[in-house]
């Protein structure tokens, strides 16, 4: 990774050749071929918005311009998977914190929440963890029954689809009848699996989830590898999905280090109406130097800037609590009093658990075969077997960050786009119902087949004699291991987003309110996930004889926890205390714009013509799952909404180009010299056999 990186960084021409067939090869255009006036723009080119842009875009006759408030695409890490949690505190993070939680967040400085959110082309889809995950059907009647008409599953299923290019082959009991495919956002199931990872879902096989495609209809609860949004290897964002594909159409102008500081309004015909919007250009720095701009809006602003910054640009333009705008000094042009409202998010507690394995450097020469008993090499031997003729490498079973960065990682990751490097460990999950009156399922239980990495683990700020051991085992590259995450999937707190200044480049106040429900049904319902967790780890012959002890994060003030804490898991006040503690979010707020608040079931806002909010803001409440797909879904069916409206043709198809490893062989080819590449690929089983 050292090498490749420095080789991008002092070879400009061989860097920007490489990255345009990582990246998505979307260019920004130029300021000066900016027009001052489009039909639609687009305000944010994260997982909902650049689907919006692109797919008004297949309509010729209509000119879209997409802003976006970050860069392109071009950061190499964005690209390889496994690098994903080296993403955070970058320049393409917002890198917001949360007001200080009083209910948890014990373990952590200040008591407060880090929220990575994307700021770049693709945005968070850039720099999340890739997971696929629908939801249930549920969900979305759910949504309808609370009045989003249109919402419900029946009329979103399609929506999903229309987007999705699955690659996952049969046997990863992927559903094909409920698969899409040829469409821009590929999706895919890493191979080959992970030893862990299929021992995970043998495990929740034991305790009676079967192994089910959980982006079906008809499984609401059970358990399944992830699909991923990867493409041959490489992140499969939006702005690579849908950007790439409508990179061609002269009518979609895009444009980057574009800060929205206020969508503008005025009366017409009496009705409040958006017509455009004000504009602050250029990269992040001093203010002084920005360049501002208008762009008028001939049909429609769509505001796609995400669960956090959706309602701050709304609350900047005058729109939002009449008080809490003259709190800042904003003129309100309309009192919506729930925008910033009813903010959710999912909130996760993490269990490491280091591996029943030696710790030692692995090399790529020689299969590892440091399990202890005969019976674990026997499984090891048999799902090579199974996996004869498609490997290139024996050692599969890859669970520590020395692996991630050899050499032979590297290169089967950059020829073959496989390995280590091309998934974010992130790699299984469990849908369950822990509790049984809830209607919903409302426990998820994925499993990274790695210990964190130590940036990811940093970047939370935890207390000093929290968590020492396992931020040292983090930092180790030689500990091999596994962390299970509980996930909250339907809380019942709820908090809020609100503006800190009248300065769009302040960041807005973040409240989530974790755990302040009244009956403490979210402390009670993660008490019961971590129990799920650590049973699925101790209690069955899967994991259990590949797990060694807990990964110690010791909650110093109180007790004194062994290695292995299982005397402890039945203990009610120590179970409390590791969610008080080391509860944190996984990254998926929603619904501070949601509909019937703050906008209607077109997604137009209340009170305000020709002005939509298209992203996860405008869900009525979580869906049982990571986010990112249902918030792709929401940009789909907010663009048709946009289209039918106006009467807009798609003439432009959206496709994604053929599986193909050409871009990989090229890179290689132009980096390294024609003559060196052609000698490595023809010796591969000598160099790394």
Not at 78 to 96: N, R, S
Not at 233 to 240: F, H, M, Y
Not at 553 to 562: A, G, I, Q, T, W
């Amino acid at each position: 990774l050292l090498y490749f990186e420095c080789a991008l960084n002092h070879c400009h021409s061989v860097g920007d050749h490489i990255m345009g067939n990582l990246g998505s090869r979307v260019k920004s255009t130029k300021p000066r071929s900016l027009s001052d006036e489009y039909d639609f723009i687009v305000i944010g080119a994260g997982s909902s918005g650049a689907v919006v842009a692109a797919r008004l875009s297949q309509d010729p006759a209509v000119t879209v311009l997409l802003l976006e408030a970050g860069p392109e695409d071009t950061k190499t890490e964005i690209h390889v998977p496994a690098a994903c949690g080296k993403l955070q505190h970058t320049e393409i993070d917002w890198e917001y914190y949360t007001e200080p939680q009083k209910n948890c967040m014990k373990g952590f400085v200040d008591q407060k929440s880090f929220w990575p959110r994307g700021k770049v082309l693709g945005g968070c889809s850039a720099i999340n963890f890739m997971a696929y995950v629908r939801g249930c059907p549920a969900d979305y009647d759910s949504w309808a029954a609370q009045g989003a008409k249109g919402w419900d599953y029946l009329n979103v299923h399609d929506y999903f689809i229309r987007s999705q290019d699955c690659r996952a082959v049969p046997t990863n009991k992927v559903d094909e009848k409920y698969q899409g495919y040829r469409n821009p956002l590929t999706t895919s199931v890493k191979q080959p699996y992970n030893l862990i990872a299929e021992s995970f879902v043998e495990a929740c096989g034991e305790l009676g989830f079967p192994e089910v495609d959980l982006n079906s209809p008809g499984h609401e609860v059970g358990c399944s590898l992830f699909q991923h949004t990867i493409r041959d290897g490489v992140r499969c964002s939006t702005a690579k999905g849908f950007l790439q594909a409508a990179k061609d159409h002269p009518n979609l102008h895009i444009l980057t280090n574009a800060h929205v500081t206020k969508i503008i309004t005025e009366t017409r015909h009496g009705s409040l109406t958006a017509t455009g919007v004000e504009v602050a250009i250029g990269a992040a720095g001093s203010k002084a130097s920005l360049q501002k701009r208008v762009f008028k809006a001939c049909c429609e602003v769509v505001c796609s800037a995400g669960a956090v910054n959706s309602p701050q640009i709304l609350n900047l333009s005058g729109i939002g609590c009449k008080k809490d705008l003259a709190a800042v000094g904003i003129d309100c042009v309309l009192d919506l009093p729930q925008v910033g409202q009813n903010l959710q998010d999912h909130l996760y507690v993490g269990l490491g658990y280091k591996a029943a394995f030696e710790q030692h450097e692995r090399t790529t020469r020689t299969p590892n075969r440091s399990y202890h008993t005969k019976e674990q090499r026997a499984k090891m031997d048999k799902l090579r077997a199974d996996q004869k003729g498609k490997l290139k490498f024996k050692n599969i079973d890859a669970v520590c960050a020395g692996d991630g960065e050899s050499f032979g990682s590297l290169w089967q990751w950059f020829v073959h786009g496989k390995g280590p490097l091309s998934s974010s460990a992130y790699d299984a999950h469990l849908i369950a119902r822990v509790n049984e009156d809830s209607e919903l399922p409302d426990m998820q239980v994925g499993i990274f087949c790695a210990v964190p990495e130590k940036d990811l683990v940093e970047n939370n700020r935890p207390r000093e004699g929290f968590m020492d051991e396992f931020v040292k085992d983090c930092h180790d590259k030689r500990v091999q291991g596994v962390s299970l995450i509980p996930v909250l999937l339907h809380p019942k707190s709820r908090g809020f987003i609100k503006l800190k200044s009248s300065d769009p480049f302040d960041a807005p106040i973040i409240d989530p309110r974790y755990l302040s429900d009244k009956g403490d049904h979210d402390l009670k319902t993660l008490m019961k996930g971590v129990r799920l967790g650590h049973k699925i780890i101790k209690s069955t012959e899967a994991m259990s004889a590949l797990v060694d002890y807990k990964i110690g994060s010791k909650l110093v003030e109180k007790y004194e926890v062994p290695d292995d804490d299982s005397d402890l898991i039945d203990n009610d006040a120590y179970v409390e205390d590791l969610v008080r503690h080391f509860a944190s979010t996984l990254y998926h707020p929603t619904s501070t714009c949601r509909i019937g608040d703050v906008v209607d079931s077109e997604l137009r806002v209340l009170g305000v013509k020709r002005l939509r909010v298209v992203d996860a803001s405008i869900m009525p409440h979580l869906p049982s799952g990571n986010t990112n797909a249902p918030a792709i879904m929401v940009g789909e069916k907010g663009a048709d909404l946009i289209m039918k409206a106006h009467n807009l043709k798609a003439q432009h198809k959206l496709v994604a180009p053929p599986p193909s490893q050409l871009d990989y062989y090229i890179a290689m080819a132009v980096l390294c010299g024609v003559p060196t590449f052609l000698m490595w690929y023809l010796n591969t089983y000598f160099f790394l056999l």
